[in-house]
């Protein structure tokens, strides 16, 4: 099927929120015919290096906000993945002809979610990072990877990298890995910090 593109600097993923300030006069054409459509269109994210082939589709949840000079904020929400099979530049914005990419391998089992979630959490307790948050409303009998991964305070490498896998199993088992190897240095800090107030206190 063929979308619109929206090139962004983001890696989003299915059931992700994302919020967006739309000022260019192309992406303001672009989003006013989704909202008409009701039509997705699609993120994918923009490097220095090029454009990934890997993205994510984006519905319009709402408009938030609507600026006197044309510009607004909208807020989206992932949905599908897909992979771009070709490009078109005949319209003011950038156009693909995209395949859906649904996952083909096993789902996580439940024990390798709840691993998962104690990880991240444990990241959570222990991060001075502001954007790791926990996911409220968890529910261990479904996937949460995603979840997961698009509350994580990483560069868009990682994140693209879990985009491109093509099954819940995998994507929990690189999120295990990633936890149990940024945990350590994590527990260290933490434990500095305590020694540090500690050292104050007396």
Do not use: W
Not at 42 to 59: K, L, W, Y
Not at 98 to 107: H, N, Q, R, S
């Amino acid at each position: 099927m063929r979308i619109p593109l929206f090139p962004l600097d983001v890696v989003l993923f299915p059931g992700a929120l994302l919020p967006l300030h739309i000022f260019e006069e192309r992406y303001r054409e672009m989003t006013a015919e989704c909202l008409r459509r009701q039509a997705p269109f699609g993120v994918v994210r923009a490097a220095h290096d090029g454009m990934s082939v890997v993205g994510c589709t984006a519905e319009i949840l709402s408009v938030l906000r609507r600026y006197p000079d044309g510009r607004s904020d909208i807020l989206c929400r992932g949905v599908e993945r897909f992979e771009i099979e070709s490009l078109h530049d005949s319209r003011s914005f950038l156009e693909a002809e995209v395949d859906l990419l649904p996952d083909e391998g096993p789902e996580a089992s439940r024990e390798a979610r709840k691993q998962c979630a104690a990880l991240h959490l444990e990241m959570v307790a222990l991060s001075e990072e502001e954007s790791a948050d926990f996911v409220p409303g968890l529910d261990l009998n479904h996937p949460v990877a995603y979840l997961f991964a698009a509350s994580l305070p990483v560069g868009t490498d990682f994140r693209q990298e879990l985009l491109h896998q093509r099954s819940d199993a995998e994507r929990t088992r690189m999120l295990i890995d990633f936890y149990n190897a940024i945990l350590p240095k994590l527990r260290l800090g933490a434990a500095g910090r305590l020694n540090l107030r500690n050292t104050h206190v007396m």
